[in-house]
């Protein structure tokens, strides 16, 4: 799963596999971050304009 | 008593009606868990698992959720990527459906695997090659975007979208849905593929093997495009049971419609492929590799060619010519007939892909193994059923699920809720 496994190699196997692995999991990772710092920053600067 | 939490100005049952309903569905929850425990702690000698069958009733469900859950990842595309805007008064709810398939296929798997404790070695000590591996990969991973998809809608429950953080927290989740809408199509289409293709590279199995395009049979194909087609059907049926049950108009008819008929023709595509790939099997494939066709379906007390004409006709060609044509697809009836026949021909097409795969004799001096599941695997599998009905019954009571609700529906004022 990680390069420091014993089963790692850096084959095109394992770099397809978990190269698309680890992208959709950094996207996921990095969307969420954003939500919440931005949910954060709007709580302290409490606009009220928000809707949905 | 808790009508501080439901939605303003929506209409409920009382509080211990509800609470009693609840538990009527928990005591089957507890059989299950019960069930499960058995399995847990004294092993899958609780099952009638054999040599023949180490795919057996959990791996069927297991497929079969994930292909009726189908419909939140297809909705899902549809609402922000293709950006048909008419169903966003049905996706909250097909997120919810998406989220109890996944869950359940994850809590199956949990259950099969028959030693929890090992059960991340798939992840640590992933083998690439293997298209389980993937599907393992995708489904968790999926599975996480259905639960950010979900988030926002439990947010924006009535006290919990008071709290400032939460409220902004919602919003700025539906701002960036597109882009976790994406990754979910992205993952579904090499999960539901790779389920598929599990039986298309079978080799030792004539029944199920199948040619393809590079690495991936034609199976694979076959198993995303049929989750995308009948997924909204499942949808639509478990959208058409809680109108039922709750006695209420939840969403607008040419949202139903607009459902329906892209999931019309989404079956009309998927089953002509299937026949062509069913032919392409039963006169080239299995011939070359000695069988011939009655091979499959003869000497048994079971599976004869009504399961492979149920499946590709009656739940396969019918619902799509149903719901492609508009007078057949705006007529209540027979739509409902239409989308019920689509969830069993979906369920039946994976059946046939896990159980049938592995009764069929394959060596000259072999016979026919039919199958019947223990109760433990009959409970494990009733089981995610009852967590599903308990959760969407507490979706439906305290958070805003169908936005056309309270539009469809005359509004009493809200101290009249309880």
């Known amino acids: 799963m990680f390069p420091f496994s014993f089963e790692w190699a850096w084959d095109i196997g394992h770099m397809v596999f978990f190269g698309g692995f680890w992208y959709a999991v950094s996207i996921l990772g990095a969307g969420m971050t954003f939500c919440i710092l931005k949910a954060a920053y709007d709580t302290m600067n409490d606009s009220g304009d928000s809707h949905h | ?418």
């Open chain 2, 1 to 418: 008593m808790d009508s501080a939490l439901i939605p303003e100005g929506a209409k409920r049952c009382s509080f211990p009606k509800f609470a009693i309903g609840i538990a009527i569905v928990s005591a089957v929850v507890l059989w299950g868990v019960f069930a499960m425990f058995l399995c847990w702690f004294k092993g899958l000698n609780q099952t009638n698992m054999d040599d023949y069958y180490g795919f057996a009733l959990w791996i069927w469900a297991d497929l079969a959720v994930i292909a009726v859950g189908g419909g939140a990842f297809f909705t899902g595309l549809l609402r922000y990527i293709f950006k048909i805007d008419e169903l966003k008064n049905i996706i909250n709810f097909a997120v919810i459906i998406g989220f109890i398939c996944y869950s359940s296929a994850l809590l199956i798997l949990a259950i099969d695997i028959g030693q929890p404790l090992r059960g991340w070695f798939i992840f640590w000590h992933a083998n690439v090659h293997s298209m389980l591996t993937e599907v393992a990969f995708c489904l968790s991973a999926y599975f996480a975007v259905l639960t950010i998809e979900f988030i926002p809608n439990i947010l924006e429950n009535r006290q919990a979208n008071k709290v400032p953080f939460f409220h902004h927290l919602a919003h700025n989740m539906h701002g960036v849905m597109a882009v976790f809408a994406a990754t979910g199509a992205f993952l579904s289409f090499f999960h539901q593929g790779s389920l598929g293709g599990v039986a298309g590279v079978l080799y030792g199995r004539p029944f199920a093997v199948r040619e393809g395009l590079l690495i991936w049979p034609w199976t694979f194909f076959l198993f995303t495009w049929s989750a995308a087609a009948f997924g909204p059907c499942f949808t639509l049926l478990v959208t058409k049971i809680t109108e039922t049950v709750t006695g209420k108009k939840l969403v607008k008819d040419n949202v139903v419609h607009l459902l329906a008929k892209i999931s019309g023709w989404m079956i009309v595509t998927y089953i002509i492929a299937k026949i062509i790939d069913t032919i392409y099997w039963a006169m080239v494939t299995a011939p070359s590799l000695g069988f011939t066709l009655s091979h499959f379906y003869s000497n048994n007390g079971f599976y004869g060619y009504w399961i492979l004409i149920t499946e590709i006709v009656l739940c396969g060609v019918v619902p799509g010519a149903i719901l492609i044509m508009k007078s057949t697809r705006e007529n209540p009836t027979l739509r409902l007939v239409a989308i019920i026949l689509g969830t069993i021909g979906i369920c039946l097409n994976r059946w046939v892909m896990v159980l049938q795969i592995m009764a069929v004799p394959v060596m000259s001096f072999d016979t026919w193994a039919l199958y019947f599941p223990s109760w433990q695997e009959i409970a494990t599998t009733i089981l995610p059923v009852a967590y599903g009905i308990i959760l969407i019954s507490v979706a439906y009571r305290y958070l805003p699920v169908f936005p056309q609700e309270q539009e469809l529906n005359t509004i009493e004022p809200v101290s009249k809720t309880e």
